[in-house]
C-alpha cells in the first residue's frame, strides 16, 4: 500500500512538472481521506418524506376511486330495446298487445338481485323504477284515450280504466289481453284507423313536450356539471315515457297499414326520435352548458331528442287526420 501511495506521488510530481497547468487537487488516499458529506445531503429530510408519502396516497386513491365510480356507473345502466314490437294476441290490436307488454315490464324484467356486485350499489332498480313509470303512464294515457273514444264502453275497456286508476297494473294488463281477444273474435271495435294514429300521436306530441320541458327546466336549475340524482331520476322517466309511446306508436301503425304507408315519411321522424331518447344513457350524466364547454350536456341531449319526437309526432298527426281510408 506503502509503495502503491509513494509511485502514485511520483507520478503526479512528474505530471506537474511536465505540464504545470494540470489539475493540482491533492491526492485522496488513506491518510487523506474526502470530508464526509453533510447529513442533508446523505438522507431525505423529514418534510420530503411526508410529501411524497402524501402524494403517493392521494394517488393510489384518485386511481382506485376513478376505478370504483366506472364500476358504480356500470352497475346502474338499465338498457331498453328500442327494437321491441309487441306481438299481437291472436290477431288483435297492435297496439293494444303493446300497452299490455307496457303494463308488464315489471313482470317482464325482475329484480337485479342475482347481477349485485359485492359492495358496489346497484342503480338499476331505481332507474329501472322510473322506466316503468314512465311506461306505465304512456299505457294509461293510451287508456284513457280508448275510454274516451269507444262507444259504447266494452267491459274489458271499463276493467282496465278501473284498475289503472286504482294502481294496479297487473289487473289492467289482464283487461286489456282480454279486450285484445275480443277485437279479434269481433265482439268489439278497434276503432278506425287513421283516427286512432292521429289521437295517440297528439297525445305523444304532448307529452315528449311536457318531458322536454321538464328536462330543460331541471338543466337550468341544476347548479353542478354533474348530474344530480333528481336528473337522473327524470331521465329515466323520460326514457320510459319515449320508449312507451314508441311501442304505441309503432303498433298504431301496425294495426293501420294504409295510413302507415301512405305516412311513411311522416311516421319516421317520431320513430327515430322516440328510439333514441329510450336508448340513450350515458355511463355518467353531466349538465354542461356555456360555463362547462368542456362537459356534455346530455340533459339538453335528451330534451332535444324528445322534442324532434313531439315535432314528428304533430306532424303525423296532421298527416294521419288528412289520410282518406279507402272502405273495404
Known amino acids: 500500500m506503502l509503495f502503491d501511495q509513494l509511485l502514485r506521488r511520483l507520478l503526479w510530481r512528474v505530471r506537474r512538472k511536465v505540464r504545470p497547468g494540470a489539475d493540482n487537487a491533492p ?3 488513506v491518510e487523506n481521506p474526502p470530508p464526509p458529506l453533510p447529513a442533508s445531503l446523505t438522507r431525505p429530510r423529514r418534510r420530503d418524506r411526508w410529501r411524497r408519502a402524501t402524494l403517493g ?65 346497484n342503480g338499476r332498480r331505481l332507474r329501472t323504477a322510473r322506466i316503468h313509470a314512465g311506461a306505465a303512464e304512456a299505457a ?10 269507444a262507444t259504447p264502453l ?16 297487473a289487473a289492467a294488463r289482464d283487461a286489456l289481453l282480454r279486450h285484445n281477444n275480443r277485437i279479434a273474435r269481433g265482439r268489439a271495435d278497434a276503432g278506425s284507423g287513421a283516427a286512432r294514429v292521429s289521437l295517440l300521436a297528439d297525445a305523444a306530441a304532448a307529452a ?19 348530474g344530480s340524482p333528481a336528473a337522473q331520476a327524470q331521465v329515466s322517466h323520460a326514457r320510459g315515457v319515449a320508449f312507451g309511446w314508441l311501442l304505441l306508436l309503432r303498433g298504431a301503425l301496425a294495426d293501420a297499414p294504409d295510413v302507415a304507408s301512405a305516412t311513411v315519411v311522416e ?17 355518467f350524466l353531466f349538465n354542461g352548458g356555456p360555463e362547462t364547454p368542456w362537459s356534455p350536456a346530455h340533459l339538453i341531449d335528451h330534451a332535444d331528442d324528445l322534442a324532434r319526437a313531439a315535432a314528428g309526432a304533430r306532424a303525423l298527426a296532421a298527416a294521419s287526420a288528412q289520410t282518406v281510408v279507402p272502405p273495404g
Do not use: H, K
Open 208 to 226: 315528449c313536450e311536457e318531458e322536454s320541458a321538464a328536462l330543460r327546466d331541471l338543466a337550468r336549475r341544476e347548479q353542478g356539471w354533474m
Open 140 to 149: 294509461g294515457t293510451y287508456v284513457s284515450l280508448l275510454v274516451g273514444a
Open 27 to 29: 491526492i485522496v488516499s
Open 154 to 169: 266494452d267491459p274489458a275497456l271499463g276493467d282496465a280504466r278501473d284498475a289503472m286508476a286504482a294502481g294496479d297494473p
Open 267 to 283: 311516421a319516421a321522424i317520431p320513430l327515430d326520435a322516440l328510439a333514441a331518447a329510450a336508448e340513450r344513457q350515458p355511463m
Open 57 to 121: 396516497f392521494v394517488a393510489t386513491f384518485a386511481v382506485l376511486a376513478v376505478g370504483y365510480a366506472f364500476l358504480v356507473a356500470a352497475n346502474s345502466r338499465a338498457t331498453l330495446d328500442a327494437g321491441f314490437v309487441a306481438p299481437p294476441d291472436s290477431g288483435g290490436s297492435r297496439a293494444m298487445a303493446a300497452a299490455a307488454a307496457l303494463l308488464a315490464l315489471d313482470a317482464a324484467e325482475p329484480a337485479v338481485v342475482a347481477d349485485d356486485l359485492l359492495v358496489i350499489p
